[in-house]
């Protein structure tokens, strides 16, 4: 629902890196999103190519890597991931063990950008 | 065909929001002034509860409340009533608040002459759950007319807040509303948050809320 504001973040970070790499053209972006985050990429994509216009990064393509969230089970300490939207009960898989704390799944950052 | 270079950047992408989320957590902490950021869907009851809590607080902390909300005008109206100050941000439909924004708010109020300062966050699950604001606490209301099932549309908004209010009760006996099944999906997301069970309406359960929220304020006063 934000999508505007956080890709005019992504775009400032974006030129910042590509300009002090003294980068002709940014061609693509790689980002890592937790999947807890409600953000739609097909929409990222759509107002970066309209802000990035007559920029460095006009015509680069946002790469959206979807991290899992992560719980980790208080009985045995096994890591596992979970499907929040789907799943009402959260067992661990290891042992079915039912207690579990939320471990990630919130990461929003820019992993890295391909310039030329 | 020219070279392609990869650049490692590895930056958060909302770090300034973080770092000046940060910055205010860290003046509040040294005027010892407690920030609660109370978020819902609209009508979900932010107003009516912000209402009763300065019913019930006034009298030993002294607030105001930051008003975010759509219809906040109506809102900073009815806060008034109380005797409180309300600062009123002009939001133009944005879908959350973010820490720019309540720095903003922040501005004009006095940190020397307040203990505790509310936030009506604009009714939305999905963004505010996104943006920290500064606050010390996270607590969002889930009205019993919306369902048990939220948690489940809205893992995020479950995990960064320290406690849910469920109001609204006095629906329970005409709704289909599963409230065993709700706090046992709550708690699966996030085993150490609070819940409430109150209605703004009758009264019901809110001394419960009062008291976990003065006790949060005297802890957070005392580690300050
Ligand atoms: N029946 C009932 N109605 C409530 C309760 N709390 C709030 N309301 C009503 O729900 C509507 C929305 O409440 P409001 O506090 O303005 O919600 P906000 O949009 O989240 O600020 C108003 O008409 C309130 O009178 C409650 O506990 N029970
Ligand atoms: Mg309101
Ligand atoms: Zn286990």
Avoid at chain 1, 25 to 51: A, M, N, P
Avoid at chain 2, 200 to 209: L, M, N, Q, S
């Amino acid at each position: 629902m934000h999508e505007l504001p956080v890709t005019e973040n992504i775009l400032k970070v974006v030129l910042r890196h590509a300009e002090e790499a003294k980068a002709g053209k940014v061609v693509r972006v790689s980002l890592r999103i937790g999947e807890l985050s409600d953000i739609i990429e097909e929409w990222l994509q759509r107002y970066f190519d309209y802000l990035s216009k007559g920029t460095l990064a006009e015509g680069a393509v946002l790469q959206v890597e979807r991290t899992p969230v992560i719980f980790r089970c208080e009985d045995c300490g096994e890591s596992f991931p979970v499907k929040v939207r789907e799943v009402h009960d959260i067992a661990c898989p290891s042992c079915g063990g039912g207690k579990a704390t939320f471990v990630s799944g919130r990461e929003f950052f820019i992993k890295n950008i391909e310039v030329i | 065909m020219a070279d392609i270079r990869l650049i490692e950047i590895k930056e958060e992408i909302f770090a300034d929001n973080d770092k000046l989320a940060g910055e205010i957590r860290e003046r509040l902490r040294e005027k010892e002034v407690f920030m609660l950021n109370l978020m819902a869907s609209p009508g979900g009851g932010k107003t009516s509860l912000i209402v009763q809590t300065l019913r019930g607080m006034k009298d030993h902390f002294r607030t105001a409340v930051i008003e975010g909300d759509i219809d906040s005008i109506v809102d900073a109206e009815k806060v008034a009533e109380e005797g409180i100050p309300a600062v009123q941000l002009r939001t133009g439909g944005a879908c959350h608040l973010d820490a720019v924004m309540v720095n903003m708010a922040l501005q004009e109020m006095n940190f020397d002459d307040l203990d505790l300062i509310i936030i009506e966050n604009i009714g939305n699950l999905v963004c505010p759950a996104e943006f920290d604001t500064g606050a010390v606490r996270n607590v969002m209301i889930l009205s019993v007319p919306e369902g048990d099932d939220k948690p489940l549309k809205y893992p995020l908004m479950f995990t960064v807040c320290d406690a849910i209010v469920v109001n609204k009760v006095d629906y329970l006996a005409i709704a289909d509303f599963d409230m065993a099944a709700l706090k046992q999906r709550v708690l699966k997301l996030n085993p150490k948050i609070k819940i409430f069970e109150v209605s703004c309406k009758t009264g019901e359960g809110i001394p419960a809320w009062i008291k976990w929220l003065r006790n949060e304020i005297t802890a957070f006063k005392k580690s300050a």
